[in-house]
């Protein structure tokens, strides 16, 4: 894989800039102490700041408002660009990536994210775009499960099943949002009984950017009562750009051989079977085309074992313009989505429009088996009190 901080170096000028007019903050976040005395011996320029901090190879974020939701809260917007001319933005409305900027192999720079341009249209289209996904992620089979014998019945949100997190999930939830040193710390607390769910949840979601061009999700959570957690985010990339449609141009490969197979209704059959792809459709284990299978699959959950060990799990390429994304994670899940059921006429950021299939994405989300609350085969998927969920995903950019 090239390195993109070869095409683009003179980025730092532009970092020069956006560091010096938060000087202030940032070093305050990172404990950097400037002297503002008029002793020349003794004040520290922006310039020596910046190589203060480029010496610790670190992205610190930025903060700014970005609009209000329904009830009057504001939203905060958060932005990291690194070294190799990489932005990514976040809004504190749903824990949502709202933007990824990425240059290709002759260094053009386009938004691989698909989004909206205002929080007030995150709140009204409600289509998990880029969004958080909990307290679960995927289906729920019947919106049921049991605990030590007491039978929970919680939000249908489809039919008679829920998908992520009933019709309320931490999508459309405002997060307390924050810079801790260099990353962005994203707090909800689910109150005991939200869309049926047990105990009070207290979830954090965290973002860093690091210059090895790895976006890092963090996730943790801990619980009053015991409860399902399955905790992931809702990206659609586009590798050619968010409004370039062509969605079937991708090459995605997927590093493992086993599945879940599923029904009409995307839930695992059965109790929860595992079982090959190979000489099915939906082996993707060397690198394919997502046009040859993007009518194929509508969604997949592709399973890579134990959880709490990091493994890379895919990679989204796009050939013509070198672009690429390795998906690394510590979940034994992945679930692969090509926007089959997306909206028709879906607008998005600068009037683009997105659409299924070709018009949309590639979502890569990992996650835990879907429905593991009330499936006998798969692993539990119950946090208790005084256990603390934890995973990581990272989404690392660069070029072919």
């Known amino acids: 894989m090239s390195d993109l901080g070869a095409c683009n170096r003179k980025r730092a000028r532009v970092v020069g800039g956006l560091i010096a007019a938060v000087c202030v903050v940032a070093a305050a976040v990172i404990g950097v102490s400037v002297h503002m005395s008029d002793n020349k011996d003794t004040k520290e320029s922006s310039g020596e700041i910046l190589e203060r901090l480029q010496a610790k190879d670190i992205v610190i974020p930025t903060e700014e408002p970005f609009g ?9 917007r958060f932005s990291f660009t690194n070294k190799n001319n990489i932005t990514v933005r976040i809004i504190s409305y749903g824990a949502t990536i709202t933007d990824i900027l990425m240059p290709d192999k002759n260094g053009t720079l386009v938004d691989i994210s698909l989004g909206f341009d205002t929080a007030a249209e995150y709140e009204d289209k409600h289509s998990y775009i880029g ?39 931490f999508d459309s939830k405002l997060f307390d949002a924050k810079i801790k040193g260099d990353r962005v710390e994203m707090t909800y ?16 979601f965290t973002f ?13 959570a801990t619980t009053t ?3 399902p957690v399955n905790l992931s985010n809702h ?6 750009g968010h409004k370039a449609g062509k969605n079937g141009d991708h090459v995605l490969s997927v590093y493992t051989n086993r599945y879940i197979p599923i029904d009409e209704a995307f839930l695992p059959l059965g109790d929860g079977e595992i079982a ?8 993707l284990q060397k690198p394919t085309l997502v046009r040859k299978v993007i009518e194929d699959i509508p969604v997949s959950c592709y399973v890579f074992g134990k959880r709490g060990t990091k493994k890379r799990v895919a990679r989204l390429e796009n050939p013509q313009n070198g672009r690429c994304i390795d998906v690394y994670t510590t979940e034994p899940g992945l679930d692969v989505y090509f926007s089959a059921h997306m909206k028709q006429n879906l607008y998005g950021k600068d009037g683009a429009k997105y659409g299924p299939n070709e018009e949309g994405g590639v979502c890569l989300i990992p996650m835990q088996y879907p ?30």
């Open 68 to 76: 209000e939701i329904k009830d009057g809260r504001t939203v905060k």
């Open 131 to 169: 969004a958080a996904l909990g307290r679960i992620t995927e289906r729920m089979k019947g919106s049921r499960f049991t605990i030590d014998g007491v039978e929970y019945n919680v939000s249908q949100n489809e039919g008679h099943n829920q998908v992520h997190g009933g019709f309320y999930g």
């Open 189 to 204: 607390v689910s109150p005991d009984g939200e869309e049926g769910f047990p105990g009070e949840l207290t979830s954090v």
């Open 208 to 220: 860093q950017l690091t210059n090895d061009n790895e976006l890092i999700l963090g996730y943790s």
């Open 225 to 227: 009562k015991a409860t």
């Open 235 to 240: 990206v659609y990339f586009n590798l050619e």
């Open 276 to 283: 090959s792809v190979n000489g099915t459709k939906y082996d």
């Open 371 to 400: 429905s593991g609350a009330n499936m006998p085969n798969f692993p539990d998927t119950i946090l208790r009190p005084g256990e603390t969920y934890n995973q990581t995903t990272i989404y690392k950019f660069g070029l072919i």
